[in-house]
């Protein structure tokens, strides 16, 4: 294992199940070999720290320099790694507050789990669905709570402090049983393209994100922000097509995302790919975007990552601006969502956002969701559209009977 302090926990058994993002044919073929988990307040940047442990396990390199051929992996040598960057961690890289603390504070702020092949499989496990029981979810706050942080969030639009902000709320349940097959379900829901589960010792991250924040190969870069939601009917889909409100908002993102991979692209090689496409996810419409770029010479991890996180469609623009309103009027902290989490290979990352993310500590479910918020947004609307959206992420977490 390698040394790095008390920042490095010991290895934690592998628990069944593909992390989010991690490739097919690493599914059912990989054990722990090494971990690193940060919480904020620790010593030391959490950017530092990641690129510092990937780079001792030769992972991450070859997908920003399209020269660099990393070596084939050695018996017993890392293959790949799982990335959590929490939305916390995201703003402590870039000096902005963290916001409020963390509900689910045994959930840490950095996790890199690197895996090596393993010769056999582990010993299967299960749990009886009676294992398992949730109980009432209570938000952090009322809907009125929430419809008021949106208000003021338009009137801090209005003193142009900010152009664009993301409100988000949390709920959580009391639960008794193995949370890991509960969680696991999120990864079956629909448009999961960054479905998984992420565990440690006494807490779970079960993901069902679609939205890409990194994308790197090569040298290339890519991000897929999506902003802009609706029912998925037909007429969901033409109110979206038609929302100036909705495609102004997503345009603003956009914008801001171009202007994150600038900073650490090649000159002049940011594009927008494909703008505005319409994507469903359970039973959402939601516009999506494709946003490119090549990497400078000499780009390091530390650097992507201080540029991308946290992620800009979860926080807002300005982005400094947005999270000191964020932490202003958030009553709790994000914990698991809204940050990163995604796959690191030797020649390959591809981060998602955790948006549609649960998380569990030794007592309680949490869940966060939430939306951007522009001058026109309606308070009453958007508390309806964070619950839309908290809705699948609650149903598949509900116990199953049979």
């Known amino acids: ?106 959930v840490p702020d950095v996790v890199v789990v690197v895996y090596r092949h393993r010769p056999a499989p582990p010993p299967a496990a299960g749990t009886r669905p009676a294992d398992w029981w949730l109980g009432p979810w209570q938000p952090s706050w009322t809907p009125r709570a929430h419809a008021a942080a949106v208000t003021a969030a338009r009137t801090a639009i209005g003193r142009g402090d900010i152009y664009q902000v993301n409100v988000v709320g949390h709920t959580s349940a009391r639960y008794t049983g193995d949370p890991v097959p509960a969680l696991t379900r999120l990864g079956r829901l629909p448009g999961a393209r960054y479905g998984g589960v992420l565990t440690g010792d006494g807490w779970a991250i079960g993901c069902a994100s679609p939205e890409t924040l990194l ?29 100036a409100k909705e495609r102004a908002e ?76 964020i932490a202003a009027h958030e009553p709790v902290g994000r914990g698991a969502g809204m940050g990163a989490l995604g796959w690191v290979g030797p020649d390959h990352i591809d981060l998602g956002v955790t948006i549609r993310t649960a998380a569990t500590d030794g007592e309680r479910v949490h869940v966060w969701a939430g939306g951007g918020i522009t001058w026109d947004s309606d308070p009453d609307a958007e508390v309806a559209e964070a619950a839309a959206k908290s809705g699948p992420v609650r149903a598949a977490l509900a116990p199953t009977t049979g």
Not at 42 to 60: K, Y
Not at 67 to 83: C, D, E, K
Not at 300 to 314: E, K, Q, T
Request: charged share 20%; hydrophobic share 40%; proline share 10%.
């Open 1 to 106: 294992m390698m040394e790095n302090g008390p920042l490095v926990v010991e290895t934690l058994p592998y628990r069944p199940g593909p992390a989010p993002a991690m490739p097919s044919t690493h599914i059912d073929s990989l054990a722990e070999l090494d971990r690193l988990e940060w919480h904020v307040g620790q010593p030391g940047d959490p950017a530092d720290l990641v690129e510092r442990f990937l780079t001792g396990h030769r992972l991450g390199a070859g997908a920003l320099h399209p020269t660099h051929r990393p070596p084939t992996p050695a018996g017993g040598a890392a293959v790949g790694a799982t990335l959590f960057v929490s939305a916390a961690a995201g703003a402590t890289m870039i000096g902005a507050p963290p916001g409020p603390p963390s509900p689910a504070a045994a």
């Open 215 to 243: 994308e790197a190969r090569g040298g290339r870069l890519l991000t897929r922000p999506i902003k802009g939601t609706r029912p998925a009917t037909d007429t969901g889909r033409a109110q979206l097509l038609a929302s």
């Open 250 to 325: 997503h345009i603003m993102i956009v914008d801001l995302e171009r202007n994150d991979l600038a900073r650490v692209a090649a000159t002049g090689s940011v594009r927008v790919d494909e703008l505005y496409r319409i994507r469903r996810w359970c039973d959402l419409w939601q516009a999506e975007s494709t946003v490119s770029a090549h990497a400078a010479d000499g780009l390091g991890l530390a650097d992507l990552l201080r540029a991308i996180c946290p992620p800009g469609s979860v926080t807002g623009t300005p982005k400094l601006s947005a999270l000191h309103q």
